[in-house]
Every structure is written in C-alpha cells, then in structure tokens.
C-alpha cells in the first residue's frame, strides 16, 4: 500500500444518510458532507432509498436527518432506523439533524433520530440541530418548502465542527495514529465548552 493510500485508509470516515421531500433535507445533508470533507473525512451523502444497511458499520461517524412531519420523522426514515437495530453500530458516533417549520409546535424529526441512535448505542458527536423552512403555498395549498437563508452555511460550518471535534478525540486518544477506535472518550469530553 502507497503512504497515500494509507492515509486516505486512515482517515475517519463518515455517511451523512437523509430522507427528503421537497429537496431541502438533502440540501442540509450535502453541506453537513462538505463541511466534514473540509475536516479531512472520507464521508459520503446517500439518500435513505439507496443506503445499504450493512455497510454502515464500516463508518466512525453516521449522520441522519429527515424532514420534520407530524411533529416527528417521516414513517421512511423511523423505518430505516428500525432496520438498522440489526445491525452493531454501537461504540460509533451518531449526529441528528432535519428541517422543519419555524413554529413553536412543529415537532422535531431530529429529536427522535437522537433518541433513536442513543438506543443504538451511538454516541452522540454533538446535539441534534434543525434548518429552518419555510412552506410554498399556490391557492392555499403546500405545494413545496424552501430554505431560510443561511441555512445552508450553517450546516456546512456545522460539518466543520463535528469534524474538528472528533478529529480532537482521535488524536487524543491515539497519539501518533489516525485510526478511529471505539475506546475513545466522548467528543463532549474534549471539548468541554
């Protein structure tokens, strides 16, 4: 093996898995990729219809978003992360995130993701985050959402974080390697702010 191909073979690795409905959720999802890409992860963005369950454990870090519906996650992605209970991944680190409505009462699909990969037994890499949207209406009828401004960026920057975080962990944890290992300490235990 090439040092290169043994660097690239060390760096963390990531899959960012979303579900969507009008393109919003996937657009957070691709810049949270981007800013973990900017951190020197080995990630990759796949839509829940096209996720292979059993390759996930081969992941350190897996991220799920989902739009916000019925105050919760969609019935597809609660039946995603159903499927996946079969398959160990605990002692991986796990981040939640959706798009919702800007209303008091909307709900949170990315609460009961959190939840969902703390049964798991992810660790949870930082606390769950929601991109606002804002719905399109023709005649009174929704008819599609888009992004609040900004929001985009945020995740990007969002990516960055966990990124560097982790990376933290890592180093920490093994001095002098790049390989991820279960054993670590929680990112939270290195970045006590």
């Known amino acids: 093996m090439t040092s290169v191909q043994s660097s690239v073979s060390n760096r963390i690795k990531a899959a960012v898995i979303f579900g969507t409905r009008y393109g919003n959720t996937e657009k957070i999802a691709r810049s949270l990729e981007t800013g973990l890409k900017g951190s020197?992860?080995?990630?990759v963005c796949v839509d829940e219809r096209n996720a292979a369950i059993d390759s996930l454990e081969q992941y350190d870090l897996i991220c799920f978003g989902a739009p916000?519906?019925?105050?919760?996650?969609?019935k597809s992605m609660k039946e995603f992360l159903e499927?996946?209970?079969?398959?160990?991944?605990?002692r991986k680190y796990?981040?939640?995130?959706?798009?919702k409505l800007d209303w008091r009462v909307s709900g949170s699909a990315a609460k009961f993701i959190e939840k969902e990969l703390t049964e798991l037994?992810?660790?949870i890499v930082a606390p769950r985050e929601s991109a606002i949207v804002y719905t399109l209406k023709e005649g009174g009828t929704i008819v599609g959402a888009r992004l609040k401004e900004g929001e985009a960026d945020r995740f990007e920057k969002i990516g960055a974080q966990i990124g560097?975080?982790?990376?933290?962990?890592?180093?920490s944890n093994n001095p002098?390697?790049?390989?991820?290992?279960?054993?670590q300490s929680r990112p939270e235990e290195a970045n006590p702010n």
């Open 40 to 43: 020197g992860f080995d990630t």
């Open 83 to 90: 499927r996946v209970k079969t398959n160990g991944l605990s």
């Open 94 to 99: 796990g981040f939640a995130f959706d798009t």
């Open 68 to 74: 916000t519906e019925g105050f919760s996650a969609p």
């Open 176 to 183: 002098g390697s790049s390989a991820m290992t279960g054993s």
């Open 121 to 123: 037994g992810l660790q």
């Open 164 to 171: 560097t975080v982790l990376a933290a962990v890592r180093e």
